[in-house]
């Protein structure tokens, strides 16, 4: 999920960014414009992978119109890969969007530069964990329209062919050692590892209760709880009971070698429940992450609409994206099945939407919707620090070295640790 930078660090780009996007105000390069009548036109910055995601976003903003004809929507763009590098270089120029699209990972980077919420947009109806992905400081810097967390995706028929009890609530990390050991045969693997981080870090905050940030959003990959958690982890791989991956370009690895029938276990988000189902050619079951000495753990994300500070119609923006995340809005989503949605009264729809369209995996769907929920209950949102996507490249880079043994945990984990805490 992490983005690649091209050319400004996170960290120098914010410093640009806090001198020249923060605090109130605005003016007419920020996303907004009026016209003669008093109908104000708003910026909206989105990402979409393809014209289907497009036409769904334009059907949003035109909501907003319905609802508010004095406030029009001007739908802006780009691949989700580009998206955050093209939004860091609109704020430094000042011509940032009125309406911000954000992903929970990448508030921090963000946070001087969002309008809190607080008081001034209903957030009744959203599920607690939702808005709490899109909150620090203690404000509410986005309105959720989406929700996910992470769940362990596995290979119903190898299961059955090796004997053994399928994952289910309340299945135990020694269960899931043991499963993958007894799966690792004929040149396939038990479990497809990853360096990406909602999913390595997951599993082991399932594990032990690891976390790589402190409440204060602070790097800490080198605290003992770090190091024993990805101490077991990579001893998945060299057991051979964990595959690999190919290079620290493959972030998707674990989960395309599910798919692809290598791993008959992966740790993936909620959000390829349904392409999972369909696209492999195994039944695919699945279950909340294995739980530790602190029971079942996950990682939870959700993505969202903010206001961006330097909007000049700040009254107008908050209308917009109360709209673009209202029930209205989430109940169409959930129809397009875009995503599994933020308010509690529209998640069944999502589900719904998955049964009509692969009615075979119905059962399937279903058992992976329920664990899903169940992950939310006690899911933790993972806040990162403004430049994590340096973090993440620096993960790939050392994970694997660790995953192979060319490299000791620990010292891994150091080295993540001061270079990364460079521009925190």
């Known amino acids: 999920m992490g983005v690649r930078r091209k050319a400004l660090t996170a960290f120098a780009l914010m410093g640009i960014l806090a001198t020249g996007a923060c605090g109130g105000g605005g003016s007419a390069t920020g996303g907004g414009v009026k016209d003669a009548g008093g109908a104000v036109t708003l910026d909206w910055e ?27 929507i001007a739908l802006r763009t780009a691949p989700f890969n580009d998206y955050f590098t093209k939004l860091q270089t609109e704020f ?94 004929g040149g396939k693997a038990g479990f497809g590892m990853s360096f990406a981080d909602l999913h390595s870090l997951s599993l082991m905050l399932s594990y032990n209760g690891a976390q790589p940030v402190t409440p204060d959003v602070k790097l800490q990959f080198d605290s003992p709880a770090m190091v024993e958690a990805l101490t077991w982890y990579a001893g998945l791989g060299r057991s051979k009971a964990g595959l690999v991956p190919a290079s620290s370009s493959d972030l998707g690895w674990g989960e395309t070698q599910f798919v692809n029938g290598n ?52 009254e107008q923006a908050i209308k917009a994206v109360s709209v673009l995340t209202g029930d209205d809005a989430q109940a169409y989503l959930a129809g397009q099945g875009r995503s ?67 490299q000791a945990p620990k010292d891994a984990l150091a080295a993540i640790q001061q270079q990364g805490a460079r521009g925190q």
């Open 46 to 72: 989105m990402w979409a992978g393809s014209e289907d995601e497009k036409a769904q976003l334009e059907h949003l903003a035109g909501m907003v119109t319905q609802k508010y004809p004095d406030i029009k």
């Open 92 to 185: 430094a120029a000042g011509k940032q969007p009125c309406v911000v699209s954000m992903q929970s990972l990448r508030l921090g980077a963000y946070a001087d530069v969002l309008q809190p919420l607080d008081g001034k947009a209903d957030t009744q109806g959203f599920a607690p964990a939702a808005l709490n992905t899109l909150k620090m400081g203690g404000k509410q810097l986005a309105l959720p329209y989406d929700l996910a967390s992470m769940l362990l995706y596995y290979n119903k028929d190898a299961f059955t062919k090796a004997g053994l009890a399928e994952p289910r609530s309340g299945w135990t990390v020694a269960d899931f050692e043991q499963a993958a050991k007894k799966l690792t045969t």
């Open 340 to 406: 599994f949605p933020s308010r509690t009264a529209r998640q069944a729809d999502y589900e719904e939407f998955l049964v009509k369209n692969d009615p075979k995996n119905a059962e399937a769907v279903r058992g992976a919707i329920a664990s899903l929920k169940e992950g939310l209950t006690g899911g933790v949102p993972l806040f990162t620090t403004k430049n994590w996507d340096s973090v993440g490249k620096l993960m790939a880079q050392d994970l694997i070295q660790v995953y192979t043994g060319a």
């Open 263 to 314: 791993a008959m276990m992966a740790v993936d988000g909620s959000w390829n429940i349904g392409s999972t189902t369909k696209d492999a050619k195994f039944a695919v079951g699945f279950a909340p992450l294995p739980a530790g000495s602190a029971g079942s753990k996950t990682y939870v994300a959700a993505s969202g609409f903010g206001v961006a500070k330097g909007c000049p119609y700040q």
